[in-house]
């Protein structure tokens, strides 16, 4: 049971990248996702978490700071979620990281109370 955390890079400000989630031993579309990022310097933050059709009818919650310019979308073929994050600023500059949870975990905001965690990929904005 795994996964995978991919594209991540170099970014200019205003611009967009799509980063990749992709499980193996489970199927992703039954699970709850949730994707996290850390800041150099600063705490790791929850700011984005997107239930399943079956249990929530697929409700999501988006932090502020990404409300409006970060999107999650699943790929059930791929067995895949993707990140879109668009209007990329200077302060989107961190480590993300993509969780999954069978049982919606308590609480969300929880990095630790993710039974599925994959390795962080970084994203770096930069003129």
């Known amino acids: 049971v795994q996964l995978q955390a991919s594209g991540g890079g170099l970014v200019q400000p205003g611009g967009s990248l799509r980063l990749s989630c992709a499980a193996s031993g489970f199927t992703l579309d039954d699970y709850t996702i949730g994707w996290f990022r850390q800041a150099p310097g600063e705490e790791r933050e929850g700011i984005l978490f997107?239930?399943?059709?079956?249990?929530?009818?697929?409700?999501?919650w988006c932090a502020d700071s990404v409300k409006g310019r970060f999107t999650i979308s699943r790929d059930n073929a791929k067995n895949a979620v993707y990140l879109h994050m668009n209007s990329l600023k200077l302060e989107d500059t961190a480590v993300y990281y993509c969780t999954a949870a069978f049982d919606p975990p308590i609480p969300y905001s929880s990095y630790e109370s993710w039974p599925y965690r994959g390795q962080g990929t970084l994203v770096t904005v930069s003129s």
């Open positions: 997107e239930g399943t059709s079956a249990y929530d009818d697929g409700s999501s």
